[in-house]
């Protein structure tokens, strides 16, 4: 089946530095890709819609300058966190759409900001 | 709006134990309910769906029925394996497509054997 690749799956930075999350789609083109966030023991959280070869539409409460999305080709999207601090820590987790109706998901990553 | 409510876990079985996770939701509308799964080190995983009221989802021995009215679209599964630990996501789609699935918060399941 589809596989949506998630790199890295874990991250441990300090604070103030950026951190580059990348999410490919390994044998489909998808023109839509969505980031989302997961705190401990709470739901998964849309953040931004991310389109290929235009802006990503960000969720309400979700502060675009902190979290620049690419999404500079049919197969890969990339989540920058700028500027990180500890409050960002969390689970970051990509999907993607293949043709209109399949949601295929990344494995995540563990941003840690020390 | 649209929420997901699901139990929380840990939730730890024996093998060939039955297994039921609660899922309850508030939505407008007429959504479509999902459960995905997610296995150690591995991404979200479409599990089952129901798109409409008394429908059942089933997959891999899991079940769930869209109950309209008691708003809930609780996973079962009448025996275990230890291969089926994982944490579930109850999710539900309202109208206008994927970006506006929503998510519980996950219920952890560990099999012992």
């Known amino acids: 089946g589809a596989v949506v690749s998630q790199h890295p799956s874990r991250v441990i930075c300090k604070s103030g530095t950026s951190v580059k999350i990348e999410c490919r789609s390994l044998?489909?083109?998808?023109?839509?890709m969505f980031w989302y966030r997961q705190f401990p023991k709470q739901s998964l959280m849309l953040m931004a819609t991310?389109?290929?070869?235009?802006?990503?539409?960000?969720e309400q409460g979700v502060e675009k300058d902190k979290f620049l999305i690419n999404h500079a080709s049919l197969t890969l999207s990339t989540l920058t966190v700028t500027s990180a601090h500890p409050e960002d820590s969390s689970f970051y987790i990509c999907?993607?759409?293949?043709?209109?109706?399949?949601?295929?998901f990344g494995s995540g990553t563990q941003l840690s900001v020390l | 709006g649209n929420s997901v409510t699901q139990m929380e876990g840990p939730v730890t079985l024996s093998e060939e134990a039955f297994l039921t996770i609660n899922c309850t939701y508030t939505a407008t509308g007429y959504p479509s309910l999902f459960w995905y799964v997610q296995y150690p080190g591995e991404g979200l995983q479409l599990l089952l769906k129901a798109t409409k009221a008394d429908d059942k989802g089933s997959n891999k021995g899991f079940e769930a029925t869209y109950r309209k009215e008691t708003t809930s679209f609780h996973l079962e599964k009448g025996s275990v394996q230890v291969s089926d630990s994982a944490v579930y996501f109850c999710a539900l789609r309202g109208s206008g497509g994927y970006n506006k699935l929503i998510f519980g918060a996950g219920t952890r399941l560990a099999v012992h054997p």
């Open positions: 044998d489909f083109q998808a023109t839509t």
């Open positions: 991310s389109n290929e070869g235009s802006k990503a539409t960000y």
């Open positions: 999907s993607a759409i293949e043709g209109n109706e399949k949601l295929f």
